[in-house]
């Protein structure tokens, strides 16, 4: 209790500064605790703008009622300009419930030259833009962020919002190289953020995006799931960058501190009829303990898809198998690999849930429907 109450008064500090720091613009914003509503929507559309890799002949399909539209060429007309891929994540998510639309950012990929020339190659209107969410805070998620907001921020909505899983999105992290150096692995800054006049809503709770969308808040561990080695939080005072009042004295040492991700969440949609859509943009707390989390938070049982990245590349190849059998039995129409989640889960995936998988690169566009 005590770590929590640390971490409500600070983000009421951090809301009350902003304020005062820029003129009555409040930079950040706590979603309310209070149960929510989980929307229903007849149709969701996910574009990929920002993957590892481009595949120009993977063919269009249509898998348990999920259509996936192929890449295509990826190249513009004159053919001077390709799509950009890179280790990073970013999805454009489209969602319709009868007349009424919405349109989602979620992720910026690694770079923002990648992002920008993939939004005007796959002719993505950001005008139509209502959110931007940010899925955690590492670097090939956010990285393009600045960047994309500098070249639109102009054409996106007056109050558009930032959703953030917590406030350890803007701590400093690092990453262990090869030779058991540490290397900068980014900070994702704030106050480049409130100079764009973009609001940060940090979502530790359940939240509702647009009346279309909702978050997981934050994910509970109950899987057999396991964190897989990754990048290290700096909490020093001097760079931690984020409130680091609620951590224990025995992890203030001084010391870089293994990262737990506290502060990632899954964004979700409930298809009528069908049942949840789970986005995991990484999965570093466990895709399983993310679509548990999602089941638990809309009251929604039935699992149509899970998507995105799902951190196994390194896993070694009996965890893998024993990850997909769990994967398997939460029985989802299909499933979605992208970014993070490696080929050996592709092949295990493909080998224990046949005709349930879909390869998709950057440049695919799935639509679920009702």
């Known amino acids: 209790m005590t770590k929590e109450f640390a971490r409500r ?16 613009f409040s930079c950040m ?14 149709k969701l559309s996910i574009r990929v703008l920002v993957d590892q890799q481009h595949d120009q002949f993977l063919k269009g399909s249509t898998v348990n009622g999920v259509v996936h539209e192929g890449p295509g060429g990826g190249r513009s007309a004159d053919a001077r300009n390709v799509l950009h891929n890179e280790w990073g994540l970013s999805l454009f998510l489209e969602s319709q419930r009868e007349q009424e639309a919405r349109n989602i950012l979620l992720d910026f990929g690694y770079t923002s030259p990648a992002i920008i020339n993939n ?3 796959l002719n993505v209107d950001p005008s139509k833009i209502n959110a931007l969410i940010v899925s955690h805070g590492h670097i090939d998620h956010y990285g393009g962020l600045i960047g994309f907001l500098d070249k639109y921020r102009s054409v996106l909505p007056a109050d558009v919002k930032l959703y953030a899983g917590g406030e350890d999105n803007f701590c400093h992290r690092v990453s262990r190289t090869s030779t058991g150096q540490y290397g900068e692995f980014g900070i994702l800054d704030r106050k480049q953020i409130t100079a ?5 809503v940090l979502c530790e709770t359940p939240t509702v995006i647009e009346g279309h969308a909702f978050t997981t808040g934050k994910i509970k561990r109950n899987s057999v799931e396991k964190i897989l080695p990754n990048s290290f939080v700096d909490y020093t005072p001097a760079s931690a960058g984020c409130d680091y009042g ?34 995991s943009s990484c999965g570093h707390v466990g895709i399983v303990n993310s679509v548990r989390q999602a089941q638990e938070v809309s009251g929604v ?12 590349g390194p896993a070694p190849a009996d965890y893998l198998n024993q990850i997909v059998g769990e994967i398997k039995a939460l029985q989802p129409d299909v499933v979605i690999p992208m970014h993070c989640s490696g080929l050996n889960f592709l092949l295990e995936a493909r080998e224990q849930m046949p005709g349930s998988v879909i ?3 950057t440049g695919s566009r799935l639509t679920f429907s009702a």
């Open 9 to 24: 008064d600070f983000l009421k500090l951090s809301t009350a500064m902003g304020l005062a720091a820029t003129g009555g």
């Open 29 to 42: 914003g706590v979603a309310s605790a209070a149960p929510i509503q989980v929307p229903t929507i007849d």
């Open 119 to 121: 939004i005007g190659l």
């Open 196 to 200: 764009q006049k973009v609001q940060t």
């Open 246 to 279: 609620h951590y224990t004295p025995a992890e203030l040492q001084g010391k870089f501190t293994p990262d737990e991700h506290v502060h990632e969440h899954a964004t979700c949609f409930n298809i009528r009829g069908k049942g949840l859509v789970v986005i």
């Open 301 to 312: 049982q039935k699992v149509h898809a899970i998507v995105g990245g799902f951190h196994l």
């Open 359 to 361: 390869n998709v690169s």
